[in-house]
């Protein structure tokens, strides 16, 4: 199988997944009153499959980029197994506040593996292929990248964030604490909103990586995925399900895509109607 094969099918698989979970979740919110803080972070974990769906789908015959996503599948697939592994090795000790735990436990374990196991193939594929990464000089930023990669530092920040302190996040944008202490609780308990955390992290990562190299299909990959948080974050704050001031969060997003529709507009209307030679 090509590396752009595998790339697709990473792609489908990360767009399942993220409807069944969608699916399951909201079912999840609506009827278990108790478990709505969780409920709502996995479904942000889920519309992260969904967006990482779109920049594989987008990204599939860039060599760079997957050797990248090689990186990518394997950090996290790394975190999710020791999320797993630290999830059954203080089960005991958190059974009776958390009752996520069995469902983080399975997620993990299966993600993780499909995380590993993809960027195992992808990696054989892409060597296959012949590619070699090689230094070269790196192109000057277009306005669409610089945008991109200022969009990837935010991304780097709020991943750290969430992943360090969520619960300081969490209170900022008035929603409830997440049960999972994470890194620093009298155990070590790794839950949906430490699991965005890595999952944004990356994809500032590769935010990075598409301003720095001027890789267009992977900077309308993130016009698209933006998109869809946008219309994610305003459809939960429409159903109350989150407050207004979380807007905050994809408002980035927004003004990026935004600016960078009137740079695309400029640019094609520059095309049409380009201005005429003067003579001397």
């Not at 479904?43 to 997957?66: E, N, Q, R, T």
């Not at 394997?74 to 059974?95: I, P």
């Not at 890595?198 to 698209?224: D, F, K, P, T, W």
Request: hydrophobic share 50%.
């Amino acid at each position: 199988m090509s590396y752009s094969n595998m790339m697709k099918l990473y792609s489908a698989w990360s767009f399942a997944l993220a409807l069944v979970m969608i699916i399951f979740l909201f079912f999840a919110y609506f009827s278990m009153p108790e478990e709505r803080g969780e409920a709502i972070y996995a479904m942000c974990v889920a519309l992260f499959h969904m967006i990482y769906g779109i920049w594989f789908f987008k990204g599939k015959d860039s060599p760079i980029f997957a050797s990248r996503t090689i990186q990518g599948r394997a950090v996290f697939g790394v975190f999710l197994v020791a999320t797993a592994a630290f999830t059954m090795l203080f089960y005991e000790a958190q059974l009776s506040e958390n009752i996520w735990l069995d469902r983080v436990y399975y997620y993990a374990l299966v993600v993780g593996s499909v995380e590993l196991l993809s960027a195992a193939i992808t990696k054989v594929a892409l060597n296959k292929s012949g590619y070699k990464a090689r230094p070269k000089r790196t192109p000057q930023m277009t306005f669409k990248s610089k945008n991109r990669f200022v969009f990837g530092i935010y991304l780097l920040f709020i991943g750290s964030w969430n992943l360090i302190s969520p619960n300081t996040l969490l209170s900022f944008f008035y929603l409830p604490e997440t049960t999972f202490s994470g890194f620093f609780g009298d155990v070590i308990s790794l839950g949906p909103m430490h699991i965005l955390g890595v999952q944004i992290l990356i994809l500032g990562s590769y935010n990075l990586l598409a301003a720095r190299n001027n890789l267009e299909a992977l900077v309308e990959a993130g016009m698209r995925g933006g998109s869809i948080t946008v219309v994610f974050f305003v459809v939960l704050v429409a159903a109350g399900i989150l407050h207004p001031i979380t807007l905050l969060l994809p408002a980035i997003d927004f003004v990026s895509i935004v600016l960078i529709a009137i740079e695309n507009k400029i640019e094609r209307r520059t095309k049409l109607n380009p201005r005429p030679k003067t003579s001397r």
